[in-house]
């Protein structure tokens, strides 16, 4: 099917063909009716504009223009917009493309606002054409797109309710989805509440740069009062190192440190490279604002909302550098760059580092664990930060730990009673740093073992806390609310591979005549002191419950994913459906994280995988099996094994199904990273109800929405370019948490769980992954 046979001429039929090619429909392809209806209008309203031109620059009468252009509006607006353009020549410069395309958006949005209701989408699949081609911008970059990243858009409301039945379907009854269906009805009538909310959100667009940052930033972090470590806060593990002395642990941390300096000194020169995309509208810009947000910054505790510390991009010249650094609960504040001396070279840090390992084990005294009490939940450490204030030292404390750049931890190893259990034919770990597996190092990132052993020597409110243990093994716990995993990864991975690259000289550790760091001293009342012991049995009780498990899958990885003519990211999203569905016989909500980095200020929107079409494809691979959720003993595997089984789908109908999950995926990733997902709009006309009526509409109290903000899967791709993996516990008490690094030929997991729920294993759900992505491997190869 040809989108349009005869093409304006030359450049804006090369404008238009381009135009036509973002949205992904070429010459010859099947598309929607509706879908291919827009992008015919408006090319034709490109050709009869082009036309009009062409006849205006060879001297004819603007009226006949008017009156042979009917598809670009009425005698007296095609009039206006032809005596606009008429000094205006194809061509650079001032009269260039660009500036012909702005004024002809300009022309659009005001032809097309007049547009009845039921027109509105075409309207906005106009209007939705992308800003390389569209901008209203007076200046581009290289690569042709507007030097100011767009806005994030507020989605038609029509289209948003849309998706929003289509996400209920898999995990709501037929009863609950039918209520939710009326309940719409109601919403979106012209007279319902729910256009009047909609024009809300896009009048807040218009006055903001971001309209949806605080509703979402509040949601997902600052209202939410259970604490950070295990339900909020990820824990990073990197490949560990051999440190035959002390003197190598503080090498290695010097050498972190000084990285660190390195990338903040970067920042504050405005050299941070410009990411953009790679796929999708590639060499897109993407906002960089979270990777300012890194270092200097730290979350604080409110009774009600926490709220965030962050840097200002404006460094003053007499600003001090400096990291608090943590060693058996004492800690210490290491200047790295100073006004009066400069920047520390490394081993003068690593001199530093020395004294807080020599320092900190032979104080008289064991220090006041003030750390544990970040641990516990927001409204309880809230009020025992305000007791703390109440004392001049304490509050120059906490002020010294929340401008830190990082907080660096020097950890005791854990005991090996934190494995998880494992299942018969799961592979071995490959990272180890003693008798400690890749899960037992996790743990210790994640929570810090307990208040018998690291977790006291923490800062969890701190974005981001370097871990370095003595048996060598390191990494991070980072707070999350300030940036995604992406952000922090790439920094850490930066440092560690030019370590890697650059081995320092083993010179010995020369003196330095420095002062000694200062040692931060806690003032504790009686009452903050009965804190501690509430707060060890609190997170100590937390750290039992959590059942975590890293399983590294080495039949295959990407490189095989790929030869499929599948995206990695929707394959392994579609194994966690199916090993889900071979467990328990049903799909449940799944959240996984979509850059919305396109837009300013953009964050992350929710890829939502469990899809009627997910579901139609699992049911078929199951071959009609019910659910198998109780735990199996090795002998019952071993005669599950033995069963004769047979096939009631051939393996064409199996791929077919499969392609229909896949196709379905993508689109819902593809809608998510462009803009037009349904969890940031949802989100938007919940919290704008509030706002305009004063109360939450029905909507958003229907059991259908509790349903789908439940996320029993809450998922999640950390891709590493080094061995290393990032893991987190689950968002509900009945829950799985699943992070994945897909390598080229392995996957690694990090999943979890709660001991609590009878119905929920770490190990058990490994197994269902690995099942899983066996039978995908033998449905799809050859």
């Given at each position: 099917?040809?989108?349009?046979?005869?093409?304006?001429?030359?450049?804006?039929?090369?404008?238009l063909?381009?135009?036509?090619?973002?949205?992904?429909?070429?010459?010859?392809?099947?598309?929607?009716?509706?879908?291919?209806?827009?992008?015919?209008?408006?090319?034709?309203?490109?050709?009869?504009?082009?036309?009009?031109?062409?006849?205006?620059?060879?001297?004819?009468?603007?009226?006949?223009?008017?009156?042979?252009?009917?598809?670009?509006?009425?005698?007296?607006?095609?009039?206006?917009?032809?005596?606009?353009?008429?000094?205006?020549?194809?061509?650079?410069?001032?009269?260039?493309?660009?500036?012909?395309?702005?004024?002809?958006?300009?022309?659009?949005?005001?032809?097309?606002?007049n547009?009845?209701?039921?027109?509105?989408?075409?309207?906005?699949?106009?209007?939705?054409?992308?800003?390389?081609?569209?901008?209203?911008?007076?200046?581009?970059?290289?690569?042709?797109?507007?030097?100011?990243?767009?806005?994030?858009?507020?989605?038609?409301?029509?289209?948003?309710?849309?998706?929003?039945?289509?996400?209920?379907?898999?995990?709501?009854?037929?009863?609950?989805?039918?209520?939710?269906?009326?309940?719409?009805?109601?919403?979106?009538?012209?007279?319902?509440?729910?256009?009047?909310?909609?024009?809300?959100?896009?009048?807040?667009?218009?006055?903001?740069?971001?309209?949806?940052?605080?509703?979402?930033?509040?949601?997902?972090?600052?209202?939410?009062?259970?604490?950070?470590?295990?339900?909020?806060?990820?824990?990073?593990?990197?490949?560990?190192?051999?440190?035959?002395?002390?003197?190598?642990?503080?090498?290695?941390?010097?050498?972190?440190?000084?990285?660190?300096?390195?990338?903040?000194?970067?920042l504050?020169?405005?050299?941070?490279?410009?990411?953009?995309?790679?796929?999708?509208?590639?060499?897109?810009?993407?906002?960089?604002?979270?990777?300012?947000?890194?270092?200097?910054?730290?979350?604080?505790?409110?009774?009600?909302?926490?709220s965030?510390?962050?840097?200002?991009?404006?460094?003053?010249?007499?600003?001090?550098?400096?990291?608090?650094?943590?060693?058996?609960?004492?800690?210490?504040?290491?200047?790295?760059?100073?006004?009066?001396?400069?920047?520390?070279?490394?081993?003068e840090?690593?001199s530093?580092?020395?004294?807080?390992?020599?320092?900190?084990?032979?104080l008289?005294?064991?220090?006041?664990?003030?750390?544990?009490?970040?641990?516990?939940?927001?409204?309880?450490?809230?009020?025992?930060?305000?007791l703390?204030?109440?004392?001049?030292?304490?509050?120059?404390?906490?002020?010294?730990?929340?401008?830190?750049?990082?907080?660096?931890?020097?950890?005791?190893?854990?005991?090996?009673?934190?494995?998880?259990?494992?299942?018969?034919?799961?592979?071995?770990?490959?990272?180890?740093?003693?008798?400690?597996?890749?899960?037992?190092?996790?743990?210790?990132?994640?929570?810090?073992?307990?208040?018998?052993?690291?977790?006291?020597?923490?800062?969890?409110?701190?974005?981001?806390?370097?871990?370095?243990?003595?048996?060598?093994?390191?990494?991070?716990?980072?707070?999350?609310?300030?940036?995604?995993?992406?952000?922090?990864?790439?920094?850490?991975?930066?440092?560690?591979?030019?370590?890697?690259?650059?081995?320092?000289?083993?010179?010995?550790?020369?003196?330095?005549?420095?002062?000694?760091p200062?040692?931060?001293?806690?003032?504790?009342?009686?009452?903050?002191?009965?804190?501690?012991?509430?707060?060890?049995?609190?997170?100590?009780?937390?750290?039992?419950?959590?059942?975590?498990?890293?399983?590294?899958?080495?039949?295959?990885g990407?490189?095989?994913?790929?030869?499929?003519?599948?995206?990695?990211?929707?394959?392994?999203?579609?194994?966690?459906?199916?090993?889900?569905?071979?467990?328990?016989?049903?799909?449940?909500?799944?959240?996984?994280?979509?850059?919305?980095?396109?837009?300013?200020?953009?964050?992350v929107?929710?890829?939502?995988?469990?899809?009627?079409?997910?579901?139609e494809?699992?049911?078929?691979?199951?071959?009609?099996?019910?659910?198998?959720?109780?735990?199996?003993?090795?002998?019952?595997?071993?005669?599950?094994?033995?069963?004769?089984?047979?096939?009631?789908?051939?393996?064409?109908?199996?791929r077919?199904?499969?392609?229909?999950?896949?196709?379905?995926?993508?689109?819902?990733?593809?809608?998510?990273?462009?803009?037009?997902?349904?969890?940031?709009?949802?989100?938007?006309?919940?919290?704008?109800?509030?706002?305009?009526?004063?109360?939450?509409?029905?909507?958003?109290t229907?059991?259908?929405?509790?349903?789908?903000?439940?996320?029993?899967?809450?998922?999640?791709?950390?891709?590493?370019?080094?061995?290393?993996?990032?893991?987190?516990?689950?968002?509900?008490?009945?829950?799985?948490?699943?992070?994945?690094?897909?390598?080229?030929?392995?996957?690694?997991?990090?999943?979890?769980?709660f001991?609590?729920?009878?119905?929920?294993?770490?190990?058990?759900?490994?197994?269902?992954?690995?099942?899983?992505?066996?039978?995908?491997?033998?449905?799809?190869?050859?």
């Amino acid at each position: 099917m040809e989108l349009e046979r005869q093409e304006p001429p030359q450049p804006i039929g090369r404008m238009l063909r381009m135009s036509v090619s973002v949205f992904g429909v070429k010459k010859g392809s099947r598309v929607c009716g509706a879908r291919l209806y827009n992008i015919r209008n408006c090319s034709r309203i490109y050709t009869h504009i082009y036309r009009g031109l062409i006849r205006s620059d060879q001297g004819a009468n603007v009226a006949s223009n008017e009156s042979s252009s009917s598809a670009a509006g009425s005698g007296a607006e095609s009039a206006a917009l032809f005596s606009k353009l008429r000094s205006f020549s194809i061509g650079s410069g001032p009269n260039s493309p660009q500036r012909v395309v702005s004024n002809l958006r300009g022309f659009l949005t005001h032809r097309l606002s007049n547009i009845t209701p039921s027109d509105t989408g075409w309207r906005d699949s106009i209007l939705s054409i992308p800003k390389k081609w569209l901008s209203t911008a007076e200046s581009v970059d290289e690569f042709g797109f507007p030097d100011t990243l767009p806005k994030v858009p507020v989605p038609p409301l029509d289209e948003t309710m849309a998706d929003y039945i289509r996400a209920l379907e898999p995990i709501t009854t037929p009863a609950q989805l039918e209520r939710t269906k009326e309940l719409i009805k109601q919403f979106v009538a012209p007279q319902g509440l729910g256009p009047r909310l909609h024009q809300y959100l896009l009048d807040k667009r218009d006055a903001e740069d971001n309209w949806a940052y605080y509703y979402w930033l509040n949601d997902m972090y600052m209202n939410v009062r259970i604490p950070l470590p295990i339900n909020s806060n990820p824990g990073m593990v990197f490949p560990p190192r051999r440190f035959k002395t002390v003197h190598d642990v503080a090498n290695f941390a010097a050498r972190l440190l000084d990285g660190i300096l390195a990338h903040r000194e970067m920042l504050d020169s405005g050299e941070l490279p410009q990411e953009r995309a790679a796929s999708r509208e590639k060499n897109q810009p993407l906002c960089m604002a979270q990777y300012y947000r890194l270092l200097g910054s730290c979350r604080r505790p409110g009774v009600e909302r926490d709220s965030q510390f962050l840097p200002s991009r404006e460094r003053l010249s007499d600003e001090d550098r400096h990291v608090v650094v943590i060693c058996r609960n004492q800690m210490y504040c290491v200047v790295l760059q100073a006004s009066d001396r400069g920047k520390l070279s490394e081993s003068e840090i690593a001199s530093q580092i020395l004294y807080v390992l020599s320092d900190a084990p032979c104080l008289p005294s064991k220090p006041a664990p003030v750390g544990l009490l970040t641990a516990e939940p927001r409204t309880r450490w809230a009020h025992d930060r305000e007791l703390l204030q109440q004392d001049e030292q304490n509050q120059r404390n906490l002020e010294l730990i929340e401008t830190a750049q990082v907080v660096l931890c020097l950890d005791e190893p854990l005991a090996n009673n934190f494995n998880a259990r494992g299942f018969t034919g799961a592979t071995p770990s490959v990272h180890r740093a003693g008798d400690r597996d890749e899960t037992n190092m996790a743990q210790e990132m994640i929570h810090g073992g307990g208040s018998e052993y690291n977790s006291g020597n923490r800062w969890f409110d701190k974005t981001m806390q370097l871990i370095i243990c003595t048996d060598g093994t390191w990494g991070l716990c980072y707070e999350h609310s300030t940036s995604e995993g992406i952000a922090v990864v790439q920094l850490l991975e930066k440092i560690y591979k030019n370590i890697e690259e650059h081995p320092a000289e083993d010179n010995g550790l020369p003196q330095h005549h420095l002062p000694p760091p200062e040692r931060l001293e806690w003032h504790v009342s009686q009452q903050i002191n009965l804190r501690f012991g509430q707060a060890s049995k609190s997170v100590d009780r937390a750290i039992d419950d959590l059942d975590f498990y890293v399983y590294r899958y080495q039949h295959y990885g990407k490189s095989f994913i790929k030869s499929c003519q599948v995206s990695p990211d929707v394959y392994i999203q579609l194994a966690l459906q199916l090993a889900h569905y071979k467990l328990y016989g049903r799909l449940v909500a799944t959240y996984e994280s979509a850059s919305t980095r396109r837009f300013l200020h953009g964050r992350v929107d929710c890829i939502r995988a469990a899809s009627s079409e997910a579901l139609e494809w699992a049911k078929a691979m199951c071959q009609g099996e019910g659910a198998n959720v109780p735990l199996e003993s090795d002998r019952e595997d071993e005669e599950e094994s033995r069963k004769v089984k047979f096939s009631i789908y051939s393996k064409d109908h199996l791929r077919e199904l499969f392609r229909c999950a896949v196709a379905r995926q993508t689109e819902v990733m593809v809608k998510n990273i462009l803009g037009s997902g349904i969890d940031i709009p949802l989100l938007g006309l919940r919290e704008a109800s509030v706002e305009v009526t004063g109360e939450m509409h029905e909507l958003f109290t229907d059991e259908s929405y509790k349903i789908s903000q439940c996320f029993l899967l809450s998922t999640s791709q950390v891709a590493c370019s080094t061995d290393s993996f990032m893991g987190y516990g689950p968002v509900t008490p009945r829950g799985y948490g699943c992070s994945y690094n897909p390598q080229p030929e392995q996957i690694v997991f990090c999943v979890s769980a709660f001991y609590s729920c009878e119905d929920t294993s770490a190990s058990r759900y490994a197994k269902s992954l690995q099942d899983s992505l066996d039978i995908m491997r033998d449905l799809l190869q050859n």
